[in-house]
């Protein structure tokens, strides 16, 4: 049972250091976590189409004051529509 937990809490902890990009991600949550790992301010943020591809677009505002633009690739699958 012991060994069960500390291999749950293993995978967890693996969980979280995958990239951005590994992961599903809606923009907010991008967002959020882009400021986070820059130590940033979000200025702006929108999902940009390219092609067959998606992906978030976020200008952040470091602490030194310089606007950094950052891209997530958006790995959601599409809704088709009818």
Known sequence: MRRKRIYI?????LALLLPVSAVAVKLDEAA?????KNNAKVLSAKTVQQGQRRQHEI??????GV???????DNSKKRKRK
């Open 67 to 73: 606007v950094k633009t950052v891209r997530v690739p």
């Open 32 to 36: 959020k976590q882009e400021a986070r």
């Open 9 to 13: 809490a293993f995978l967890c902890g």
């Open 59 to 64: 200008k952040l505002l470091t602490n030194k």
